[in-house]
Each structure stands twice: as C-alpha cells, then as structure tokens.
C-alpha cells in the first residue's frame, strides 16, 4: 500500500511540478520500498537483474549519449575516409611511416594482416591476456577523460575513428580489403562497438551533471557516475570476448574462408547491437511500470 501511494504522489509530483525537489525525495523512497517489497534481490538475483534490466535501463534512459557517440563516430571515420581516398600523404600522417611500410611490405607478401595478426609472441593465452587488459584500459581511459566535460573522450574516440578510416582505406586502396577484414573485424566488430559505448559513457559522466532538471548538480553528478559506470562495466564482457577471439581465432585462422569469417562478424555484431540498440527498447515498451520506480530519476 505504501509503495503504491508513494508511486501515485510521485506520479503527481513529476506531472504538475517536475522541477520540484519533491521529486528527488519520492522517488528515493519509492525506489526503496519497490526494492524491499516487491522484489527483494539476492545477490546472486542482483547480478542477473543488473545484466537484464538495469544496465538496459540505464543504456535506453541515456540514450541519446549513444546515438551522439555513434555519430561522432561514423563522421570522423567516414573523414578519415575521404582524405585517405584524396590526399596520397594522409594514411601515412595518421598511422605513421614505419607501420605504413611494414603493413604494405606484408601486403607485397600476400600477408596484409600479418603485422595485425602476429604482433603478439606470447603464445594464445599471452594474446587474450594482453589485447584483453589493454582493451580494458582503452576503455577506461575514454571513460575517465569525460571529467574533462567529455574533451578527453571525444579527443580519443576522434582519434581512434579517423585511424580506422585510415587503416581500411591503405587496404582498400592496395586491393586487399575483403582479404584483411576477414582478420581484422572478426574480433573488431565488437571492439569497435565497445569502444564507442565506452565513449557514450564518458560523455555520460562529463556531461550528465550539466543539465541536473529537479536535482541538484552534485545530486546529478553522484547519479549519472553511477549510471555511466554501469554502462561501462557492462562492456567488459564484450571487451573479453574480443580478446577470446583475437586471441585464439584472429591469431591462429586468419586465412578461413571469407564466409566463415563474415559469418563470425556478423553473429558477434549482431549479439553486442541487440544488446545495447534493440533490447533496451523492446524492454521499455514491453514493462508496464517502466517509470522512475526503476530510473530513479527520468531525464527531461
């Protein structure tokens, strides 16, 4: 009874004064007593809930950071692109003579991804370790440079498109596409994917406190930490699974067939965009009580 009057006065409350402070107090306490009586968590319950619904929640509530990042994205790649297609000295400013040299010398080999594929000396397992914890780092390191109102993280997530559209762009332009990214997007797909999600989430916590609606800054700033960080501990599974491929399928079978290849591509592509672009929707439209019970705070 209690939670459902709460839930009735939140209603209210965010209905006809939506920038009261009011709200922040109902919807804590209507966020506890949804907590306490309608679906108490263990802990082993609180690990599912938080793959299931909250992270989804979190990832649909903002949004909008991840369509922004993935057209940051799509635009500095598709510039890194272009110039790389019409200016003959910009592959080699952006990646850097030596890796350029040594990439077009393996392509004269017909081993296009070798400096890519057999960077590592350490054995499969010394591979996934290391792609793994620097893939991790990567991540991290997008994340935290969001506290610099999201420059960091944009200055990263720049840099990192424009040399993709500059890397694939020295393949197309050899005449190897199709061959390298049979090597290159079997365990990139989802990298790359992560890697503009880790973005969504630094902007999160640059940028999410400047626009706090009915909470204070630093009460907006303490919430979308906490929610920016869910978004980014949520990649680390995916972060994983990259490096399991890298390392033990880029590594070992980059010469496989081209429809095996786009097949693997296409499944992992498929699994992490589910995930992040469609689940979150379907999970809205299809809870009844999908309001700030569960947001704790739902952005104007």
Not at 66 to 82: H, K
Not at 108 to 137: E, H, V, W
Not at 142 to 158: P, Q
């Amino acid at each position: 009874e209690l939670f459902v009057q709460l839930n009735n006065d939140l209603a209210y409350a965010q209905t006809y004064y939506p920038k009261s402070k009011v709200n922040v107090y109902l919807n804590s306490l209507t966020s506890n007593a949804y907590l306490k009586v309608v679906k108490p968590r263990t802990a082993y319950g609180s690990i599912i809930e938080f793959w299931k619904t909250d992270v989804p929640r979190v990832t649909y509530k903002h949004r909008k950071y991840i369509y922004f990042a993935f057209t940051v994205f799509l635009v500095i790649f598709g510039i890194g692109i272009i110039s790389s297609l019409y200016d003959e000295t910009f592959i080699r400013s952006i990646l850097g003579d030596s890796y350029v040299d040594t990439t077009m010398a393996n392509i004269a080999n017909g081993d296009p991804a070798a400096i890519y594929t057999n960077q590592t000396k350490m054995g499969d397992i010394g591979s996934f370790l290391g792609i793994t914890i620097n893939n991790i780092r990567v991540g991290f390191l997008l994340y935290i440079s969001g506290i610099t109102l999201g420059i960091g993280t944009m200055k990263i997530l720049f840099s990192n498109s424009i040399m993709l559209g500059s890397f694939l762009t020295m393949f197309y332009k050899s005449g190897v596409l199709v061959k390298s990214m049979s090597a290159i997007w079997i365990h990139g797909a989802m990298e790359i994917f992560g890697m503009v999600i880790e973005a969504a989430a630094g902007l999160l916590l640059g940028l999410g406190w400047l626009f706090p609606g009915s909470l204070t800054r630093k009460q907006a700033f303490i919430l979308t930490g906490k929610e920016s960080l869910m978004i980014l501990l949520s990649t680390i599974p995916f972060t994983i699974a990259a490096g399991l491929l890298e390392g033990f399928v880029t590594q070992l079978y980059n010469d496989m067939p081209f429809w095996l290849a786009l097949t693997i591509i296409l499944i992992t592509l498929g699994i992490i965009s589910y995930y992040y672009l469609i689940y979150p929707v379907r999970l809205y439209r299809n809870t009844e009580t999908f309001d700030s019970t569960f947001l704790k705070y739902e952005e104007e």
